[in-house]
């Protein structure tokens, strides 16, 4: 039996799914099979059928295992998997929560994290039926399960926002900040336009110099800095900010392109042409690239669930050291995501 589970499982690794569940299934017409076996075959299957996209029918698979050995951790995981590729959040939640109970304490905290990203989950899609409050009831729910679930803070200042409760809005997202003060930079834009309408027009720089004072390293908020004293007509003083947190990460696209910008509203004056050429003499741009954590997957955005292995909350900003920018020079590779074509230089973000 263990030779022929084998021997299935290697031809759904080479991609020959058809012949993994004709392995798989033959077994199961054995006869004597112990209930264990049936279970563990029926495993095998449901991971033939998910590899060849039968949806339906690994759900029914994974589901038979399951009234079989109902603690059969394999399948649970990979049920929940299936029900988050369908979006099927609560079935999805469901399945988390079995999984959850039957876990060590120590790893609970993991648990929390995924059942806080698929309450969020839920609420979004709350959010798309124009459910503001049930929305609000599950981002509120991700938020006391996990206080550190960045998406749900960001969606639930949203729909206080959309209902005009402004300074709850503003408190929520700063609620984001205090707590993560590293995905801060994910509330600028909706502080921006939310601190006037507050009553507050001081609060967003002194916000930026907070964090900066706060971390010296933070050149995502000399960046939010910068554009905004750019649009108050302040492009000098943004000037200024935008080379501190080039020295910073003297890398990100993103940075050389509002200093292009600003330069060019000062009409290009030649000693801060030449300083910034200075500054950027041996650097490569990207787009600000993230990568998961568990199967090296990259990304130019930030994402909450990687779309490859499907793992919640894996992915980090990568910094290139110097000795990368050596070899990426040296073996011309584009320091951008794997998936990305190059940087188009003459856009800004």
Known sequence: LEIHLILGNLYREKGQVGRAIQEHQALLQRPNLRKLEHANVLLCLGLDYKAGGFVDRALEAFSEVLR????NEYALSNLEKLYEEQHQWQEAYATRQLLAAGAVEEKQPRH?????????????DALKRLDYGQAARH??????????????????????????NVADAVATWERLVATSPERAYLAFSRLESAYPKAGSDTSFPELCRTLIADNPQDWRARLALARHLSSRGAPRDALERLFEALVI??????LHQAIWQTLSSLELPRPLVDRYVELTRSSIFYLDPHICMRCRYRSTELLWQCPHCHEWNTF???RIAPKDIEALVEEGTPAVGQDDEPADLSSTR
């Open 112 to 124: 929390r994290e995924i059942l806080a990203f698929l309450e969020d989950a839920l609420g979004r």
């Open 139 to 164: 981002f509120s729910a991700a938020i006391e399960m996990d206080s550190k679930n960045t998406p749900a803070y960001l969606n639930l200042g949203d729909v206080q926002f959309y209902q005009g």
């Open 249 to 254: 990460n003297p890398h990100a696209l993103a």
């Open 68 to 71: 079989m050995d109902p603690g």
């Open 316 to 318: 980090v900003e990568e």
